[in-house]
């Protein structure tokens, strides 16, 4: 996500997880990023951020993680979309 650094903190216990990101320059107008569980199933969404929720230090709950086994990042435009359209940027 650009110069920027994003981690993820997460408990199977609590099925959810904590996304921190530092330094992600926002997404281009017209544009939010869309966070996507990616599990047996394929991608699921996790949520968008537009260019005025993407600030210095970010920070975005995801709950019912279930058996995700990774975080994937795309550029989606307007408010998202059911399914990732974009490259996956990480």
Known sequence: LGPGQ???M???DRDAAVLVMNNVPPPSNGTVYQMWLIGANGPRSAGTM??????????????????C??????????A?????TGTILA
């Open 6 to 8: 994003a981690t993820v």
């Open 10 to 12: 997460f408990s199977r």
């Open 50 to 67: 537009g260019s005025t929720a993407v600030q210095p230090t970010t920070t975005a709950t995801m709950n019912e993680i279930g058996n």
């Open 69 to 78: 086994r990774a975080l994937a990042f795309t550029v989606e435009p307007g």
């Open 80 to 84: 998202g979309s059911p399914q990732p």
